[in-house]
């Protein structure tokens, strides 16, 4: 269904319209945000999983304990 979607005919098209819809000033501003809201998304999903990683091993080891 989306085969050939990200060619980079098509990657330079959409480049090129972000850049005449916002202008060269502000796209520094655009990736600069971008960039953080990856990282602290990133970051959620890591800070979430750890917790229940933690869970998952004390488990593991009351179990085994137990028999």
Not at 10 to 29: A, E, M, R, T
Not at 38 to 66: Q, T, Y
Request: aromatic share 6%.
């Amino acid at each position: 269904m989306f085969e050939g979607l990200f060619q980079p005919m098509h990657l330079i098209l959409i480049l090129l319209i972000v850049l005449i819809i916002f202008g060269p000033g502000k796209l520094p501003q655009i990736g600069e945000g971008l960039g953080r809201s990856i990282r602290e998304f990133k970051k959620a999903l890591s800070d979430e999983s750890k917790p229940s990683l933690e869970n998952e091993k004390n488990k593991v080891g009351e179990e085994g304990k137990k028999a």
